[in-house]
């Protein structure tokens, strides 16, 4: 027979995680107690888990050692006995639903020789982010509802601007792009067609439309289908025409779904392939785009 306190610890030692939060730690023990054991040691009775025996559990668990305040987010606590973690695991375990994007994504896709100077995520705005908390909570009070409501929530945290020794870049959307979990690791990153959109629509957090350019060049091809697909599903006509012209006129690759974009061009408008940088008169006459780069 072993103590809650005891099977709490072994149960998040279990996680391998190195940070974990109250909502997290709340939600192991509601497990735990429902079972009455873990991993076949009976445990002494604890009845009616509320957020004041949590409390005081976390207490325990402080004093022991095995868990700390974590330095970048005070409301987390770091396990010990666990690796401190990176940038990105750490930020996309604080925020469940933001990911690596942009140059970061990049990077880590091995399409830029280029090191961010930091990291760029992508979370949802606020009501966004709320409708999938509930989502997500709704989906754990199944099998606690009761509790779950009452005591548990998630929490949206704020984001320091360095966290383990890394600057970071948080970017609030009104819509996310689909993300997919990173290998061996707790982050997660956008899929690959949407780091090629996010490039048309952010160049300035790509390295630039001429690196971008570059990027599409080399790497593209490998991609299209996903590029395609990402880009048919944005709602910016501007950014089917960029792609447009880049997958056309610059990569030479023919496809009957590129060629119905070209209902998207504006005649006598004064689009450009670069949004940040100054109109040219170089344009391309297909796809309507001065061709700023």
């Not at 005891?6 to 509601?30: D, G, H, R, T």
């Not at 009976?42 to 005081?56: C, G, L, R, S, T």
């Not at 987390?76 to 925020?95: A, H, L, P, Q, W």
Request: hydrophobic share 40%; aromatic share 10%; net charge positive.
């Amino acid at each position: 027979m072993i103590s809650f306190a005891n099977a709490l610890e072994m149960a998040i030692s279990n996680l391998q995680k190195p940070i974990i939060s109250k909502f997290e730690i709340f939600y192991i023990a509601l497990e735990i107690e429902k079972k009455g054991s873990y991993n076949n040691n009976v445990i002494k009775k604890q009845k009616n888990i509320n957020i004041e025996k949590i409390n005081y559990l976390i207490q325990i668990l402080l004093d022991k050692g095995f868990i700390s305040k974590d330095i970048d987010f005070k409301s987390y606590y770091k396990i010990n006995s666990e690796d401190r973690g990176n940038c990105e695991e750490i930020c996309c375990m604080v925020d469940p639903f933001c990911y690596l994007s942009h140059l970061s994504a990049m990077q880590k896709y091995g399409l830029t020789n280029r090191i961010p100077e930091l990291v760029i995520l992508t979370t949802p705005k606020i009501k966004l982010w709320k409708e999938m908390k509930n989502n997500l909570e709704n989906t754990l009070q199944l099998n606690f509802h009761d509790k779950m409501l009452k005591f548990a929530k998630l929490k949206k945290t704020s984001f320091p601007s360095i966290v383990r020794k890394m600057k970071v870049k948080l970017l609030k959307r009104t819509f996310v792009h689909p993300s997919i979990k990173m290998r061996d690791s707790y982050a997660r990153i956008s899929e690959i067609g949407h780091t090629f959109l996010d490039m048309l629509i952010n160049p300035e957090l790509c390295g630039g439309m001429s690196h971008i350019i570059e990027v599409w060049q080399n790497n593209a091809k490998n991609y299209i289908n996903e590029i395609i697909e990402a880009i048919d599903k944005h709602p910016q006509d501007i950014i089917k025409c960029r792609a447009g012209y880049i997958i056309d006129e610059i990569l030479k690759i023919s496809d009957k779904r590129i060629e119905k974009w070209l209902e998207f061009v504006q005649r006598g408008g004064s689009r450009k392939l670069d949004p940040n940088a100054p109109y040219s008169s170089k344009f391309s006459e297909k796809w309507i785009i001065s061709v700023n780069v």
